[in-house]
């Protein structure tokens, strides 16, 4: 069953967007593929809109940044309800231009995860109707869950090393 | 009634007035909305005009937290997700470890979870119905079923020691067999829980003033709720009847036979009839458990993630090893990525984790049902009154938790 | 109240304090019928935000009943509550309103801090909570648990109660207690 999907909608998508999707795979069956930056909101869209792929339904959409600390990525997820079809569209770009298309035209209920991964990730959803912080106080500087900065509350003078035998 | 001709009140033509609206800070510790939510409102008179949510109040950055947590540790955190339904947490996150380690639950295993979930199912749904119950002014049904939840606290605790943030079950399955104690009191509350139910659902399901409050109360339609990725009673209330449950089974539901109730104008009263017969049906689901119950094992065959019996670990080097490097947290888990989900009490709370092949997971984002569709709320409730703004934000059941992460 | 209800419903009318009694009066320390009114008629103001704020619920409702202690009139206003109870994690975003909160308060004022999160952070040592309500208020309390038990709960309030019954009426305009609110930066 995922393999037929995976295999449907990439002979699909690639017919669509010749040279688009970088890598298609089945990861513990599920479809995901990465597509090029640039094409990822009409490759997205197409996905919504096609009559036959009918991916209607924005389960998720997050982000993340890779190993190397030089790229980021957002991570959407989408559902096809009335046949139970999901697929995970992946898409990277470098961290010196974080931006990408927003797809709330697409759906409005994208606009909240949007602004939570420009939060954490300072990714910058371009056409996004009102990209602030959303859980972090507005004053924040950092994009906390990238990986340079720290977890801990820097402000805490109690847990010294010292009592570790460090 | 006289028979005169309903004359509409002369109002002056509308260039010579500037309309004003007066702007009012709703929260965020405001007694009516039940945790931490601020809207700041723009309303003309009574009537909401516009409202724009704050929220971040208790951000307290799970998932930066996660990344640095042992695998088995997470569970803590997932159990202060939606603090209402904390078992169906910990469960969805231990069933995504083992599909990421490819682990074989036993059915046993699996049945006793499906108890475990349905159970605080109920548990989440009490705690919202009677909310609503509460915010249009009748206290009693709040009082008479948290009695309820009470049983609910005394099974969780025999089984696992704590009564809210429970940290229940394992990564692979339980440690050890229920108790006969515990089993009784599920069997009881299977029993009498009806009783109360029925009699709580007789103090509001029909009553006038009850369903005058809450018909029409902010209305969702199906296609907006799909567009605003809303799951759970939410969406089914809104007459979609999508359930992990039955679409991605886990856990051996597709054992199960139950129905999934669903509304017809996604409104507040849909919301409650809905979750109450969702009582129902997850109470159907724990008989059917209870009764076809497999024999067999408690836990699936991975001793790298399952701490080992306590007498072997006193006497036997290998176990004690094992012990070790799971206590520490030391036990390295293949690379990999996979989105679960399980249908938590709001809806399809997903589990997306990104698996280095370290200790700690390199990425895990939550999918919060709650974060989600909460986005949907201004546009329920505008050009309502302030009062159904109210009980429209109990219905919908938002979970500060869950909302923030 | 009749002594024949009192009898049948096991009440328990407030001790009497200490004092020289005789025929048709009976002469005792204000501070001491004070701190008897005081303890016994707490308005407590519940800032619950997170998890520790469903156990409060449940110690509410009518397993665990906090209204047997005289509590049963929550104030939702921070003007006329004497007791502030904060549940459950204070973001650094919440904060300022807490804080607030508590400078709305009027004296005499307590704090009772329940659970982990609000002692210490608990287990969220991150980059977004606050490390204890004690780096902003000064708190009398503190529950320890994650969550505590309904039991422990009241088992702080009722440590409250007798702090309020002790406290002596001079203690708030006295120079410690001034210095502990600069130390705080109120007033
Ligand atoms: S102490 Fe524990 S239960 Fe209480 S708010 Fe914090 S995490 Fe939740």
């Known amino acids: 069953m995922s393999q037929e999907i995976l295999d449907k909608v990439n002979a699909q998508v690639s017919a669509k967007f010749p040279g688009a999707v970088l890598s298609a795979e089945l990861l513990y069956n599920f479809p995901v593929f990465t597509v090029d930056h640039n094409d990822a909101h009409e490759i997205v869209s197409f996905l919504k809109n096609d009559p036959e792929l009918n991916f209607h339904f924005l389960t998720d959409l997050t982000g993340m940044q890779t190993a190397d600390e030089k790229h980021l990525g957002v991570i959407y997820h989408l559902h096809n309800l009335p046949k139970n079809m999901r697929v995970r569209v992946k898409t990277f770009f470098s961290m010196d231009k974080p931006e990408i298309p927003t797809v709330t035209d697409l759906w409005p209920g994208a606009n909240w995860m949007e602004r939570e991964t420009f939060d954490f990730y300072g990714v910058k959803f371009k056409g996004h109707p009102n990209l602030k912080r959303i859980l972090n106080v507005d004053e924040m500087d950092i994009f906390p869950l990238r990986k340079e900065y720290p977890l801990e509350d820097q402000t805490r003078d109690d847990k010294s090393d010292k009592m570790f035998g460090r | 009634m006289s028979k005169k001709e309903n004359t509409t009140p002369s109002t002056p033509p509308s260039d010579t007035m500037e309309k004003e609206y007066t702007t009012l800070n709703l929260g965020p510790t405001h007694p009516a909305t039940h945790g931490i939510f601020q809207n700041v409102l723009t309303m003309d008179g009574e009537i909401i005009h516009n409202a724009v949510p704050t929220l971040g109040y208790i951000h307290r950055a799970f998932e930066k937290l996660a990344e640095r947590r042992p695998y088995a540790q997470i569970t803590p955190i997932t159990d202060r997700l939606n603090y209402c339904s904390s078992p169906i947490n910990n469960m969805g996150w231990h069933m995504t470890v083992e599909k990421l380690i490819k682990a074989e639950v036993p059915k046993r295993a699996e049945y006793h979870r499906v108890i475990i979930m349905e159970l605080s199912r109920i548990a989440d749904h009490i705690i919202c119905n009677t909310i609503i119950g509460q915010d249009t002014g009748a206290t009693t049904g709040f009082l008479y079923l948290f009695q309820w939840r009470e049983h609910i606290y005394d099974i969780f605790e025999s089984i696992c020691g704590a009564r809210l943030t429970t940290n229940i079950c394992r990564i692979g399955g339980f440690d050890k067999e229920w108790s006969q104690k515990t089993w009784d009191m599920i069997n009881n509350f299977v029993r009498d829980f009806p ?100 024999s067999g094992k408690m836990h699936a065959d991975i001793p790298d993630f399952f701490l080992p019996p306590k007498d072997q670990v006193y006497n036997n ?82 979970i500060a938790g869950e909302l923030d992460a | ?66 209204a047997r202690f005289g509590m049963e009139r929550l104030s939702f206003s921070p003007r006329q509550a004497d007791l502030l109870m904060v549940m459950g994690t204070i973001a650094k975003k919440m904060g300022p309103t807490l804080r607030q909160v508590y400078e709305q308060m009027a004296e005499p004022r307590w704090v009772l801090s329940v659970g982990a999160c609000a002692s210490s952070g608990g287990i969220f040592d991150t980059y977004s909570v606050l490390q204890g309500i004690d780096r902003i208020i000064p708190v009398d309390v503190y529950v320890p648990g994650c969550p505590p038990r309904p039991e422990q709960i009241i088992e702080g309030i009722l440590k409250i109660q007798e702090l309020s019954r002790n406290e002596s009426g001079r203690r708030r305009n006295s120079p410690e207690y001034k210095k502990l609110m600069n130390s705080y930066g109120i007033e």
């Open chain 3, 1 to 66: 109240m009749s002594q024949e209800i009192i009898k049948r419903t096991k009440l328990e009318i407030a001790k009497q304090p200490e004092g020289l009694e005789g025929p048709g009066f009976f002469a005792t320390k204000v501070d001491e019928v004070i701190g008897m009114a005081r303890a016994n008629s707490l308005w407590p103001l519940p800032f619950a935000t997170s998890c520790c704020g469903i156990e409060f619920m449940a110690t509410m409702a009518s397993h665990y009943d906090l």
């Open chain 2, 317 to 398: 080097m290998e176990a004690l090893i094992y012990h070790f490097k799971i206590v520490m947290g030391e036990t390295d888990i293949p690379a990999g990525e996979i989105y679960h989900c399980v249908e938590g009490g709001n809806g399809e709370l997903g589990f997306y984790l990104i698996s280095d092949g370290g200790r700690t997971p390199f990425r895990l984002h939550f999918r919060r049902p709650c974060f989600i569709y909460y986005q949907a709320y201004p546009e329920m409730i505008k050009g309502a009154m302030l009062s159904d703004a109210i009980i429209t934000m109990s219905s919908m059941n938002v």
């Open chain 2, 195 to 294: 009783k109360g139910l029925e009699e709580f659902n007789g103090l509001l399901e029909r009553n006038r003033i009850f369903m005058d409050r809450t018909i029409n109360c902010g209305p969702i339609s199906a296609e907006m709720a799909l567009e605003y990725s809303f799951t759970g009673p939410n969406l089914r209330a809104a007459g979609v009847d999508y359930d992990v449950r039955v679409a991605t089974p886990y856990s051996s539901y597709e054992d199960f036979e139950f129905q999934i109730p669903v509304g017809t104008q996604g409104d507040t009263y849909d919301r409650f009839t809905v979750r109450q017969e969702e009582m129902r049906q997850s109470l159907h689901i724990i008989r059917q458990a209870i009764k076809n119950m497999p």
